[in-house]
T-cell receptor, first 118, second 114 residues
Framework: GAVVSQHPSRVICKSGTSVKIECRSLDFQATTMFWYRQFPKKSLMLMATSNEGSKATYEQGVEKDKFLINHASLTLSTLTVTSAHPEDSSFYIC??????????????FGPGTRLTVT | AQKVTQAQTEISVVEKEDVTLDCVYETRDTTYYLFWYKQPPSGELVFLIRRNSFDEQNEISGRYSWNFQKSTSSFNFTITASQVVDSAVYFCALSDTGRRALTFGSGTRLQVQP
């Protein structure tokens, strides 16, 4: 089956530093990837849609200058949390759409990245 | 705008009991997809089912069954003979046929006691 990986799985960083999270589709190409954020014991909220070769589309209320998204290839999207603060601590999950035609509506989720900002 | 409501925040049952998790959705789209995911303590989302809006047939997969009723905009999930391993947070989600991003419900935490 289709596999999406995320790296790192856990990261602890100091306030003011930047953190990059990678989302990779391992066995399929993904022109579209999504980034979600989940606060403890809360639901997943869509942050942005990452499109290969173009700018990401951010949801209302998400600061695009703080959460930089780059989708440079058909298998990789990165989310960079810039100048991280404790309130950015969260679980970040990506998903990727398989557009190979076998099931264009299938979306596969990565295992998530737990970010803790101290 | 799309919306998914899971009114049950937390449910606790004893092993072997049947349990139903409710999901009600709102959308203006005529074509859409509904999903259920399981999120164990590890955090990884486990895909359970996808149903498109044109397919109202109920589905059974082992101890799991789903009841989709378009008339009441509901997509309920039943676990028969629950087991401790079923303990997790369960999310119902909705997507359109365009961008396909998911709108999640708030989740239902299921605790199955031995």
């Amino acid at each position: 089956g289709a596999v999406v990986s995320q790296h790192p799985s856990r990261v602890i960083c100091k306030s003011g530093t930047s953190v990059k999270i990678e989302c990779r589709s391992l066995d399929f190409q993904a022109t579209t990837m999504f980034w979600y954020r989940q606060f403890p014991k809360k639901s997943l909220m869509l942050m942005a849609t990452s499109n290969e070769g173009s700018k990401a589309t951010y949801e209302q209320g998400v600061e695009k200058d703080k959460f930089l998204i780059n989708h440079a290839s058909l298998t990789l999207s990165t989310l960079t949390v810039t100048s991280a603060h404790p309130e950015d601590s969260s679980f970040y999950i990506c998903s990727a759409r398989d557009v190979s035609g076998r099931s264009s509506y299938e979306q596969y989720f990565g295992p998530g990245t737990r970010l803790t900002v101290t | 705008a799309q919306k998914v409501t899971q009114a049950q925040t937390e449910i606790s049952v004893v092993e072997k009991e049947d349990v139903t998790l409710d999901c009600v959705y709102e959308t203006r789209d005529t074509t859409y997809y509904l999903f259920w995911y399981k999120q164990p303590p590890s955090g990884e989302l486990v895909f359970l089912i996808r149903r498109n809006s044109f397919d109202e047939q109920n589905e059974i997969s082992g101890r799991y069954s789903w009841n989709f009723q378009k008339s009441t905009s509901s997509f309920n999930f039943t676990i028969t003979a629950s087991q401790v391993v079923d303990s997790a947070v369960y999310f119902c989600a909705l997507s359109d046929t365009g961008r396909r991003a998911l709108t999640f419900g708030s989740g239902t935490r299921l605790q199955v006691q031995p």
